[in-house]
């Protein structure tokens, strides 16, 4: 495993479901213990003053075993140089938008979650940057959007919670051109699914708290990069600021990682099944899926994407009361935030997730009472499809 204080090459395999088992994982040299031990020390002893140990470890803070072995697990598993974890997806999205010099324009997807567009609006405004939030599917939106202090494109592909896909080699280069960089939000795909820097991106970034970890009982944020200037100054916010998961996150995060692949399979395989059904239901006015050639920009998901994912999004007819009917009849399904996780959920973004999204903005994204998003867990899929359809039955027309 890497520590803190040398150069380390992060391990590539060809097959992803042996990268996530492997990288970063080493027996411990001194026991042969085969998993990553949690070093849950908060300081380390030197053998004089200002001279380290061989690994060169000082302060849990500023780097640990446990989460050394975690960031080259993900690095590997984005294909990038380096990963650096935070706290949680949103301390992750402030380490980065920290990297930027002040008075910086960030163009934004405009039905980024509601979380970050929550933390650009309100927070990062403070210390004067600008934001633009832009249609990234609508032709020529994003060029006209540059300015002459734009530092950073961020793109969510798909978008939350309307799915929205955008072309990630198509963006990066116009990043490129006009002196950007690209971030991407690869949370509901995962690197199984897309590999943004692959695509051209320069950043990745992810709310581990959901499918990285898939087991709803850690929150986390990653960022991951092979951009020297962006590896160091992340590196240093991580430490300046201090928003650091604990060990024992980072040792859950490595347990959750080694079934990355066979997760996302029975995510995606359940998701198409729910997606298909839904969109044959005569009480379901639209259905939002990138697996469905309705999708608008199915095609792109094919080209980029190495399956559809587990989200599936879909807007029920009866409006607020036939939504409410829905996810109250839900038993297999559980009415909860969040996503990514083993078990199967189901929520209301205009009163759930998506509260902090000013309601005028809610209405132009075409996020109303009608929408559920669902995040297709890996149950059994005839125990799926029967919640599904014994609550549509319960919704009255």
């Known amino acids: 495993m890497a520590s803190s204080g040398e150069k380390h090459t992060v391990k590539k395999y060809k097959g992803f479901g042996t990268a996530s088992i492997h990288c970063g994982m080493e027996f411990d040299p001194h026991t042969g213990a085969v998993m990553t031990p949690i070093s849950l020390s908060t300081t ?33 598993l984005e294909n990038a140089d380096a990963a650096i974890s935070f706290a949680s997806g949103l301390a992750a999205t402030a380490g980065i938008i920290h990297c930027l010099e002040p008075n910086s ?73 006009h002196g950007a960089l690209c971030c991407v939000d690869n949370t509901f795909m995962t690197p199984y699914y897309q590999q943004p820097l692959v695509l051209g991106a320069d950043i990745v970034m992810h709310s581990a708290t959901k499918y990285l970890n898939g087991h709803s009982d850690v929150v986390m944020g ?89 989200m599936v999004t879909f807007f029920i007819k009866g409006g607020l009361d036939g939504a409410k009917a829905f996810l109250e ?39 109303d009472d009608s929408l559920i998003r669902l995040s297709v867990g890996t149950e059994d899929i005839e125990d799926l499809v029967q919640d599904i359809s014994n609550a549509l039955d319960a919704v009255q027309l």
Not at 338 to 367: F, Y
């Open 105 to 177: 324009h960030v163009i934004v997807t405009d039905d980024v979650y509601g979380g970050t567009q929550r933390f650009f609006r309100r927070i990062a405004t403070q210390y004067g940057h600008t934001f633009s939030f832009v249609d990234f599917t609508k032709e020529g939106a994003l060029e006209e959007a540059f300015q002459e202090n734009t530092r950073l494109v961020w793109a969510e592909s798909p978008t939350n919670p309307t799915l929205k896909i955008c072309d990630i080699a198509a963006v990066s280069e116009i990043a490129h051109r």
């Open 222 to 310: 990653i960022v991951a990069t092979s951009n020297p200037d962006m590896i160091e100054k992340l590196r240093f916010n991580q430490n300046a600021v201090g928003a650091v998961p604990s060990p024992f996150d980072c040792y859950m995060m490595m347990r959750g990682l080694k079934t990355l692949h066979l997760r996302m399979r029975a995510h995606g395989a359940n998701a198409g099944v729910i997606a298909k059904l839904l969109e044959s239901h005569d009480k379901v006015d639209r259905v939002v899926y990138p697996g469905l050639e309705s999708h608008p920009q199915h095609e792109i998901a094919k080209k980029q994407c190495h399956g559809f994912g587990g």
């Open 44 to 76: 380390f002893a030197q053998k004089s003053p200002g001279v380290k140990y061989p690994a060169e470890y000082e302060y849990s803070r500023s780097g640990n075993p446990t989460r050394d072995a975690m960031e080259e697990n993900l690095a590997g």
């Open 329 to 367: 009849n839900l038993k297999v399904f559980t009415l909860a935030e969040s996503l990514g996780g083993v078990e199967s959920l189901a929520e209301h973004p205009v009163i759930m997730t998506h509260a902090s999204v000013p309601a005028e903005h809610r209405a132009v994204l075409g996020i």
